[in-house]
Nanobody
Framework: QVQLVESGGGVVQTGGSLRLSCVAS????????MGWYRQAPGNQRELVAFINRGDSTNYGDSVKGRFTISRDNAKNTVYLQMNSLKPEDTAVYYCKGVQPGRVYWGQGTQVTVSS
């Protein structure tokens, strides 16, 4: 129905920046919310940032002030601008999309922040 593909991950030094992109394709109708989650080895998947249909945003406490989520509905794309990266940001970052009664996940993109 809907496919999500993340890109933009990579390896950066502490203090560096990355911008992740998530492109939705397929049959898309009323995607209310889009978000980014991350999961590091041995940890649960946690909220990074979320943006709803009205562009209201929510951020995990650990990334507030450093990360910014945005969306371009015409391009069916959600972005995550990550600044001031820390080693503890190292994780696989997953894109999430929500339609009524449906939740979609991307395959994830690896972000590694070196000390």
């Amino acid at each position: 129905q809907v496919q999500l593909v993340e890109s933009g991950g990579g390896v950066v030094q502490t203090g560096g920046s990355l911008r992740l992109s998530c492109v939705a394709s397929g049959t898309i109708f009323r995607v209310y919310d889009m978000g980014w989650y991350r999961q590091a080895p041995g940890n649960q998947r946690e909220l990074v940032a979320f943006i709803n249909r009205g562009d209201s945003t929510n951020y995990g406490d650990s990334v507030k002030g450093r990360f910014t989520i945005s969306r371009d509905n015409a391009k069916n794309t959600v972005y995550l601008q990550m600044n001031s990266l820390k080693p503890e940001d190292t994780a696989v970052y997953y894109c999430k999309g929500v339609q009524p009664g449906r939740v979609y996940w991307g395959q994830g993109t690896q972000v590694t922040v070196s000390s």
